[in-house]
């Protein structure tokens, strides 16, 4: 029997609820342990908050016989202190590891292990309007340590590794491109849709938190006068609030919709599944991303597409969605109503989208992964 393979993956991303990080750490780990029967995963999920926020986690993941969950009172500011103290290494913490795999923006210090860092974007390099005050200082600091630091970098996008090229000069054959999995959103259990509309309707789906690099303001705009020029659909917005949200909030309070724009906040997974399968189309004109999970979800879903021409969302798309420029709202306007009244379009799409589907799925983004962990262990 082969010597295991002891990897630690960060997965504290999802002690903090869903989001992207939370959904690609926590796949990887069930894909990774589905992949290889010599794999043993450390979880690191060390907080401030200790063991009970690592409860939080999934039941079969803790429990899983190759799984060892590290939730100790310890957060990432104590780690990195000692990491400064002749002798410590991090594996005094959490046992000896043969890699260790950081997939968050706050990074931990002190591993005598090799080290794999996955960078989703480098989308506050691209425009600081993304993000708050001083948030490109803080990550970009301890990004580019991180990445100089690690013997392997991991990217969703071929977008994101030109990135990383062009604009931080990164050897590219120290970067791995492996697209995310989608393949998660078929096992999801529907759930029924709380939906406060007062008579069913169609609809187009929005997904992702309210933030201004999704361009859900522009969408709103658009979707408001396509309805002007004879659309009958309605528009719905699934996911929590992010940052910087005054002018999606201004916007909102110019109009009165009549219920025909909902706006659910964060759902379960289920509820998830069930506004974006039913939709006319899943709209994720998102000004730049790293790669665009909503995007490749619909995908697996069957459902049509519309999506920006730039960035990652053009290239995970790779010709199965509507492309539009995301700051040509006349453009957006015209995708609207073209998949509104163009049902064999819309089939269109739900076709090469499933396809396309087939590209992204967690055991191959588990395999890829292993092979770049290994290859940094013996390096």
């Known amino acids: 029997m082969s010597r295991p393979f002891r990897i630690g993956l960060d997965v504290r991303a999802a002690l903090r609820g869903p989001c992207g990080i939370t959904r690609y750490s926590l796949e990887l780990a069930r894909a990774l342990l589905a992949a290889d029967s010599s794999i043993e995963l450390l979880l ?23 799984v060892k969950v590290d939730a100790a009172r310890r957060p990432a500011k104590l780690m990195n202190f000692l990491a400064r103290v002749p002798g410590f290494r991090a594996e005094l913490c959490t046992g000896p590891l043969d890699v260790f795999h950081h997939t968050d923006l706050v990074y931990v210090h002190g591993w005598r292990a090799p080290e794999v860092v996955t960078i989703h974007d480098l989308a506050f390099e691209v425009s600081r309007s993304f993000h708050d005050e001083g948030f490109h200082e803080r990550v970009r600091e301890r990004m580019q340590r991180v990445v100089a630091r690690a013997r392997r970098v991991i990217v969703p996008s071929v977008v994101t590794r030109s990135d990383l090229v062009a604009r931080w000069r990164v050897d590219p054959a120290k970067i791995a491109v492996v697209p995310l999995g989608a393949d998660h959103a078929l096992r999801v259990a529907r759930e029924p849709r709380q939906d406060p509309r007062p008579a069913p309707r169609p609809w187009f789906v929005a997904v992702g938190t309210l933030e201004p690099r999704k361009n859900f303001v522009r969408l709103l705009r658009a979707w408001r006068k396509a309805r ?62 790293g790669f665009g999970l909503p995007v490749a979800e619909a995908f697996a879903l069957g459902v049509p597409v519309l999506t920006s021409n730039r960035s990652s969302t053009a290239e995970i798309a790779g010709g199965a969605a509507e492309l539009v420029d995301p700051e040509d709202e006349a453009a957006l306007v015209h995708a609207l109503l073209r998949l509104g009244s163009d049902r064999s379009r819309r089939e269109e799409l739900s076709r090469s989208g499933r396809v396309r589907a087939a590209a992204f799925t967690w055991a191959r983004a588990a395999e890829a992964t292993l092979a770049v962990d290994r290859a940094a262990a013996a390096t």
């Open 228 to 289: 002007h020029d004879g659309l009958d659909a309605d528009l719905v917005h699934v996911g929590p609030r992010g940052w910087l949200t005054r002018e999606w909030d201004e916007e909102l309070a110019r109009g009165d919709d009549g219920g025909r724009f909902v706006a659910r906040g964060a759902v379960s997974d289920g509820e998830l599944r069930a506004w974006v399968e039913d939709a006319l189309a899943l709209c994720y004109p998102s000004l730049y991303e």
């Open 44 to 66: 690191y999920a060390a907080t401030r908050e200790g063991p009970a926020a690592a409860a939080r986690l999934p039941a079969e993941l803790i429990e899983h016989p190759r």
